[in-house]
């Protein structure tokens, strides 16, 4: 009976961690993630903060390891420009990246969309109506799901966007955080959880 219960407690102890994830973010460095091009990431008060350097160009944090199949949840607040997105899939050379982007930007400028860099451009853009979804200026709860070629993003709890595309499919790549040149950006991100699906 004692086995059959520390069997029990252990698959309990091994679901939970499987369905929680683990942390990407680990709100004290960037242990497990590399920064590409001059653009600023530093954590400041347990916050990850992405913001302009003095060249004003594309930077990018991406993530050490691949990550095919998964589940991302995170938050986001941006100030000024506020124009960044979530890279799925991706390969970065300098500052070039290949992937896909779940974005992140300014109202009415299509957050929760997929977009192709170095690619086929814009793949799919929400709907008008839930333009209105992003809460700029504050704290933005987004949450992406990719599973073989299937992604689908979710705003504050409201699909934003569900695409199928066999070359998305067909990849496989590294998580990165972007953040647009240009300059005068600003962006904050915490709460940074992954699950493998």
């Known amino acids: 009976m004692k086995k059959i219960n520390l069997v029990a407690i252990l698959f309990c102890i091994t679901l939970t961690s499987c369905q929680s994830g683990k942390e990407l973010f680990n709100g004290k460095n960037l242990d497990g993630w590399k920064v590409h091009g001059t653009e600023k990431w530093y954590v400041e008060d347990g916050l990850l903060i992405s913001e302009s350097g003095p060249d004003k160009k594309y930077g990018y944090l991406a993530t050490e390891d691949y990550y095919k199949d998964f589940e991302i949840n995170l938050e986001f607040k941006q100030e000024a420009e506020g124009n ?5 899939r991706s390969e970065i050379d300098g500052t070039k990246i290949t992937g896909w982007q779940v974005e992140v930007a300014p ?26 979804v992003l809460k700029y200026g504050e704290w933005n ?56 699906l």
């Open 107 to 132: 109202p009415n400028l299509h957050t929760g969309g997929i977009y192709e860099s170095y690619g086929r451009g814009w793949l799919i853009k929400p709907t008008p109506e839930k333009e209105d």
């Open 141 to 196: 709860k987004l949450k992406i799901k990719v599973k073989d070629n299937h992604v689908t993003s979710w705003l504050n709890g409201v699909q934003m966007v569900d695409f199928s595309d066999e070359k998305i499919g067909a990849a496989n790549g590294k998580i990165a955080l972007q953040i647009h040149d240009g300059g005068g950006i600003k962006v904050y991100w915490r709460n940074i959880k992954l699950r493998k």
């Open 84 to 88: 960044s997105g979530v890279f799925i």
